[in-house]
């Protein structure tokens, strides 16, 4: 019933760019915050960015300056805009949604994640 669809990944050099896309079904996409994660082989997964329900924005420092996170309710969808591309940003990209519930329940829910490899 709930899907997050990641698109966009791929095979860029370093310098690049690249677009992310999480197109999101299921929930009432406006009211949760979204968030793209990534995960390299070995390591534990990390926030990339965040948006919330309105607006205000996160980002890891490793990538502030260079990735843009934004959303488009009506298409309920986000975006991950990558530019000047490290090969350390190489990794899976997670899509995540995430809101607190009454009585303090968290619901939480991740895509399958979309394979970005920036080349040296």
């Known amino acids: 019933q709930v899907q997050l669809v990641e698109s966009g990944g791929g095979l860029v050099q370093a310098g690049g760019s690249l677009r992310l896309s999480c197109a999101a079904s299921g929930i009432i996409f406006r009211i949760y915050t979204m968030g793209w994660y990534r995960q390299a082989p070995g390591k534990q997964r990390e926030l990339v960015a965040t948006i919330t329900s309105g607006g205000s924005t996160n980002y890891a420092d490793s990538v502030k300056g260079r990735f843009t996170i934004s959303r488009d309710n009506a298409k309920n969808t986000v975006y991950l805009q990558m530019n000047s591309l490290k090969p350390e940003d190489t990794a899976v990209y997670y899509c995540?949604?995430?809101?607190?519930?009454?009585?303090?329940?968290?619901?939480?829910?991740w895509g399958q994640g979309t394979q970005v490899t920036v080349s040296s």
């Open positions: 995540n949604a995430d809101r607190t519930a009454p009585f303090g329940n968290q619901i939480n829910y």
